[in-house]
């Protein structure tokens, strides 16, 4: 399926949202018909200002990632802007997505009469084909990626589950939902985040508590911790308190939009040797000396 709306802007389909608005700003600015005297600049920017006005809007953009240049007439959206005149911009993209706030300025793209409303299909609203779920994913899985086998709703197929997922984020499934009129929707699952019993998120960090001996705490020493990627020696300073917090770095939590990986807090937490098994020398000598 054709998506010229992204070539547009010189990004891929799966930009993000500041990918598409960097990209949008350099290109408005190189083509803002103030600043570029060539003869087709002023319709470059117009093309550039719709572009952005569809792939900057969550719902916009979904609709076109569903339909793509089918909602053109099956032109590149290029040849069909370019081909139509005397409508209003905003006149264009109230046509196909329906109401809009784009308020851009100058230009007509003209001549965009006879499409019927793409935005509700001639007063048929896809999103009610649309299925919404609720699915619960183990917490490895958020933090790593994984594989997900979906099985209600009469579907049965594996979801791939993106690292650094979020609790309660909806993945859109495109074309699993309800069939109407030639269209399909899709299938929008709410994640869930099952708890772990070793790991917890706070403020996007990844937490953890782990147990050393009194006497690393008190004399230093090192301990093996495990991570969600690999086992690390942790070197624990002498005199570590009890709930002390050491930080280990891109041991954490994946952000999906920098694909950078977050740091893991870990929360020391020293164990207290029982009377009973200390030494009854080393018992006595330490009822004595020990500071009160």
Known sequence: MNKSLYDTLG???????????????KLARQYHPDINKQKDAEEKFKEINAAYE??????KRAQ??????????????????????????????????GNTKSGFSGGNFGGFGGFGGFGNFGGFDSSTLDINDQITIPFESALLGGSYHYNNNGLEFDIKIPAGIKNNETLRIANKGKKAQGQTGNLLL????????????????????????????????????????????????????????????????KDRKTSKIGDLLLIINVILPSCDTIDKELAKLMQEKLPE
């Open 64 to 97: 076109y990632d569903q339909f793509g240049d089918s909602m053109f007439g099956g032109q590149n959206f290029s040849d069909f802007a370019r081909s139509n005149q005397n409508v209003n911009i905003d006149d264009i993209l109230a046509s196909i997505f």
């Open 190 to 253: 709410k994640v869930v985040i099952a708890p772990s019993n070793e790991y917890e998120i706070k403020d996007n960090v990844l937490h953890k508590i782990i147990d050393i001996p009194l006497k690393i705490a008190i004399f230093g020493g090192k301990v093996k911790v495990n991570t969600p990627y690999k086992e690390v020696t942790l070197t624990i300073p002498k005199n570590t308190k009890n709930n002390q917090k050491m930080r280990i770095k891109e041991q954490g939590i």
């Open 54 to 59: 569809i792939l900057s809007d969550e719902n």
């Open 11 to 25: 990004v891929s389909q799966n930009a993000s949202s500041d990918d598409i608005k960097k990209a949008y700003r």
